[in-house]
């Protein structure tokens, strides 16, 4: 594959903006019919779009946390689903920035600059909880490992053309295993049944003794011993997507209103768009929107400060600051997209129109974990000064 180089921060939001208009087109037909993005995601690996988080040092843009949240608003608001599938692809990015020898991180941005994508295979089920890992990384003679376990929710593992597979080795600490798309005893199952999200291919990842060489596992675990933005910079792009599918939902229903909607008999206005009361209506949802637009470039940019000098509280800080996005993001993203049909009326509803992608979307993927806990870290860290946690969701 052959990919171009994205140079700067604005060549970088140029090209999303020009993708995401190329992905709007088409996502209603991919979604209605689940036809699975592979073309559309191998454009975006061409345009460059995939490595824009590579080290300058490595030949990439390296771009910040406001420009990166800001590709995945817009991808957002083009497409829900296409938006979701790069999420860990990014996520997986920064494990090799930050845990990666020199010789990884020179093999992997090779690949990435490339156009290679990462998948994910991270989440499993029926364990205790979402920490409850039980896939492991069994020691092998030669100093190599094999993995075993089975992996659930694996958005974009089925197009990646590499999978990084979160295991416990026999310390039980945690590592992340960079296992190539065809590997010996690696099966990746197109079992994903959501309500929405329908194409990122969420499904299932079994791991049947797959050789991993020594080279190709990081210690994740070590992420966590101390200061660190890698769980801000994760929910920072959950909440970039809910984002982006609230403006995508808001701008089609006015739309809808403007070109196809009737005027209630009640309000005495020759069109809908005239209708004192639908005004108001928008005029609530365009504030909660705006408002989520604001908190995420203000927890992008509290990424981006504590990037620029780590310390505890400037961790912390980022971890509230995006939290406090994501809250609002995802209720936004639900309400905006709910609120569509009340806006647009009755002829809205229709399947054939199949305009409740925007809710099936916000909904499933505000579902990825919840905001009740991350108000609980806001609020203790506003009353007591309680700094919150260090894990990959926070």
């Known amino acids: 594959m052959t990919a171009h180089v994205i140079r700067d921060e604005a060549e970088a939001l140029a090209v999303a903006v020009a993708l995401a208009e190329e992905f709007r087109a088409g996502a209603a037909e991919r979604d209605a019919g689940r036809r699975l993005p592979r073309a559309e995601l191998d454009r975006l690996s061409a345009s460059g779009l995939l490595a824009v988080t590579v080290p300058a040092g490595h030949g990439g843009a390296d771009v910040g946390a406001q420009t990166l949240a800001e590709i995945f608003r817009l991808l957002g608001s083009a497409d829900g689903s296409l938006a979701q599938i790069p999420q860990s692809h990014f996520v997986y990015v920064n494990v090799i920035r930050r845990q990666g020898t020199e010789e990884q991180r020179k093999f ?20 205790r909880h979402i920490q409850d890992i039980r896939t492991r990384l069994e020691p092998a003679a030669d100093g190599s490992y094999v993995l075993r376990g089975v992996k ?5 593992a089925l197009f990646a053309d ?20 065809g590997a010996p005893g690696l099966t990746v199952v197109d079992d994903w049944d959501g309500m929405g999200q329908r194409t990122t291919a969420s499904g299932t990842v079994r791991l049947d003794g797959v050789p991993v060489p020594a080279d190709r596992v990081l210690p994740h675990h070590l992420t966590f011993r101390g200061p660190q933005v890698h769980g801000a910079v994760a929910q920072l792009l959950h909440a970039a ?5 609230a403006g995508a939902a808001l701008a089609e229903a006015a739309r809808f209103v403007r070109t196809r909607s009737r005027p209630w008999f009640e309000s005495g206005a020759e069109t809908a768009a005239e209708d004192p009361l639908l005004i108001q ?12 637009e604001a908190l995420l470039r203000e927890g992008a940019r509290a990424v981006d400060a504590a990037g620029a000098r780590l310390t505890d509280e400037s961790a912390a800080e980022a971890s509230v600051a995006v939290a406090a996005a994501k809250v609002l993001a995802a209720e936004a993203a639900v309400a905006v997209a709910g609120a569509l049909f009340e806006v647009a009326g009755t002829r809205s509803a229709l399947n054939s129109l199949n305009l409740h992608r925007y809710w099936r979307d916000a ?3 505000t ?3 919840p905001t009740r806990w991350k108000i609980q870290h806001i609020g203790r860290y506003v009353l007591n000064g309680t700094l919150p946690p260090r894990h990959g969701l926070l």
């Open 363 to 365: 909904r499933t993927h």
């Open 281 to 292: 209506r928008f005029g609530e949802l365009a504030v909660q929107t705006r408002a989520a």
């Open 108 to 127: 992997f941005f090779a690949e990435l600059l490339a156009g290679r994508r990462f998948g994910n295979a991270q989440s499993e089920a029926g364990t």
């Open 152 to 156: 659930h929710y694996s958005t974009g």
């Open 241 to 245: 997507i809910d984002v982006g599918i």
């Open 162 to 181: 590499w999978i990084p597979v979160l295991a416990r080795a026999e310390d039980d600490d945690l590592h992340v295993a960079y296992v190539p798309a």
């Open 367 to 369: 579902l990825h974990d």
